[in-house]
């Protein structure tokens, strides 16, 4: 069996990744972190989250260890990640993070990282996403800048960070193959009097409320049609079993800097 870590375990998504993992047979609940202060910690994961039999305490730092060397699996804030950072490397843990809003300083330090333990990174660990990223980057090489590119996306009203990882990245991967910088390309949502729209420019409109677990969808529009390539999420259960997929991945792995990509072989 596979020990595992969960940071950020009684979040959304956290929960669904300690309750499909206590379910399958590949993977051991070792332990739980949450922020200092959460009214959980201290208790067993059974008894904050209501999963059986699952006896691993729920703790605001990550464990001594002895012999196991678990994977740990991020889910939390940047600030709590970088910190888990560091006892991953000195522990020569393997590490899957989920964490969005991650600065660029931030994600050169986990590429450094990566020369140490074997990492994934993934601004979304669902495999429909990542095929979605698959197929934006292909769409974008045959349609080329003869059609404008915009991305929509909806996520509940919960939700602190806009746009999206997910969005973010698909901005990127549009921007790559279109030989641009995405910080300059991209234009958040417009207002007013915007003159013509700049044939370079990626459009990016962030919509939140209510319970949406998050969807995505690229348009590529041009004079006569346009193509809408989307992912609609039903259930966090697929960040969940993505980042479990990913864990097997980084498991007994020699070092490196990894994405969902990496993981899935489509790259």
């Not at 972190?33 to 999963?51: C, F, M, Q, R």
């Not at 960070?161 to 949502?189: M, Y």
């Not at 319970?211 to 690229?218: A, I, L, M, P, Y």
Request: charged letters at 25%; hydrophobic letters at 40%.
């Amino acid at each position: 069996m596979i020990p595992i870590i969960i940071s950020g375990a009684c979040g959304r998504t956290g929960r669904a990744i300690v309750t499909c993992g206590a379910e399958s047979k590949d993977f051991e609940i070792f332990g739980a972190l949450e922020a200092p202060g959460h009214p959980d910690i201290g208790k067993t994961v059974s008894n904050a989250l209501g999963i059986p039999g699952c006896d691993a305490l729920i703790m605001d730092n990550p464990p001594d260890l002895k012999e196991k060397k678990p994977v740990l699996v991020e889910f939390s804030n940047p600030e709590a990640t970088m910190d888990h950072l560091d006892w991953a490397v000195r522990n020569a843990c393997p590490l899957v993070i989920g964490t969005t809003a991650l600065g660029k300083d931030q994600i050169q330090q986990l590429k450094i990282a990566g020369q140490k333990i074997p990492l994934v990174l993934g601004s979304n660990m669902s495999v429909g996403v990542n095929l979605l990223f698959k197929l934006v980057e292909e769409t974008t090489k045959i349609l080329g800048t003869d059609y404008d590119a915009e991305i929509v996306e909806i996520h509940h009203r919960y939700k602190k960070d806009a746009p999206s990882g997910t969005a973010v990245t698909l901005s990127e991967k549009i921007a790559v193959v279109r030989g641009q910088n995405s910080q300059d390309a991209v234009i958040f949502g417009r207002k007013g009097i915007t003159d013509q729209r700049n044939p370079k420019e990626i459009g990016m409109h962030s919509l939140r409320g209510g319970d949406v677990v998050g969807e995505h969808t690229v348009v590529f529009a041009t004079m006569g049609e346009r193509v809408e390539l989307t992912h609609r999420c039903h259930s966090r259960n697929t960040f969940a079993l993505g980042a479990l997929r990913a864990a097997r991945f980084v498991f007994n792995r020699e070092p490196g800097f990894f994405d969902m990509q990496d993981v899935l072989g489509i790259k």
